[in-house]
Structure formats: C-alpha cells, structure tokens
C-alpha cells in the first residue's frame, strides 16, 4: 500500500458529529408527549455527543414561569450538561462574525429571537457542533451568510 493511501485513510477518519438542540425541540417536547419520547431517545442514543448551547439555555430559563420551573430546569436540564463539561458559549470572535451576519441580513425584519438564532449559528460553527432544530426558514436564511451545520430532522433514532 502507498504511503499516500495510508496518510489519507488515517486524515480522512472523522469524529463523531456533536450535536446541540434548538429550544424549540426541548419546548415541543414539554407540550407533546411525542416529542418528548422523541427527545428522550435522542438522548439515550446520542448523550455522549450532545452539548448544551448557552443561547438554549438562555432562551429557556427566560422562558421559565416560575421559580419551582427555573429550579426544574437547572436540575433536570442545564445541571446534567455543567457536571460533564457539555456547555458552549459563543467566543469574543463569535459575537463579531454574528454581528457581521447580522450587518448582512439588515434589509430583513429582525426580531430578538431571530439575533439569538444567528448568535446560535455562529457559536455552534465555533465548536464543530451541528444544530438539530425545527426552525427550517430561519437557519436556511442564515446559512446564506453564515455556514454552519444544521439538521431539521431529528439524526437517526
């Protein structure tokens, strides 16, 4: 065997994907029984690939109605990624090429939620994360100016 085909075959071995979920499928699944049994089976298969953005978390805390749902989900949710190290956040760098996304889509409406979306992208393409979500048209408009990888369906249950 050729040197070079040794080399490649060894560069060209990839790590596992590293997934985060939107807050739109940790909410679908508070609401519907399906999503949630879709959810947890997500993470009994993929746990040791799934990370927790700081964006999702905050979405969700703010989201919190009360403070007994503010302590249900730091024990249940946020806890179980801060013990294993599985929380990112978006670098000084990151907040610059989200702004720079931001300047180049100005000539669309934007709403909070959706700076949010794009400060998710960029910080998911700054740790090598794909972002599993079901908000389809945002991320595809996104993407136009930003790459990142992103799925729409949930990765192989």
């Not at 007994?68 to 806890?79: E, G, I, M, S, T």
């Not at 998710?120 to 079901?134: D, F, I, Q």
Request: aromatic content about 10%; hydrophobic content about 45%; glycine content about 4%.
């Amino acid at each position: 065997m050729a040197l070079a085909s040794i080399v490649s075959t060894k560069t060209e071995r990839r790590l596992p994907t590293k997934y985060a979920l939107d807050s739109n499928l940790f909410i679908d699944a508070l609401r519907n029984p399906d999503d949630e049994a879709r959810l947890l089976m997500f993470h009994e298969r993929y746990a040791y690939a799934e990370f927790l953005s700081a964006i999702v978390a905050l979405e969700l805390r703010a989201g919190a109605k009360s403070p007994a749902d503010a302590a249900k989900l730091q024990r249940h949710l946020f806890a179980p990624f801060e013990r294993r190290g599985r929380v990112f956040a978006p670098s000084y760098a990151t907040w610059k090429t989200a702004g720079a996304a931001v300047a180049e889509l100005r000539g669309a409406q934007l709403t909070r939620a959706f700076y949010n979306d794009i400060l998710l992208a960029a910080s998911c393409r700054e740790h090598g994360v794909t972002l599993v979500t079901r908000n389809a048209a945002d991320f595809e408009r996104i993407r136009r100016v930003l790459r990142f990888d992103f799925v729409t369906d949930w990765p192989a249950l």
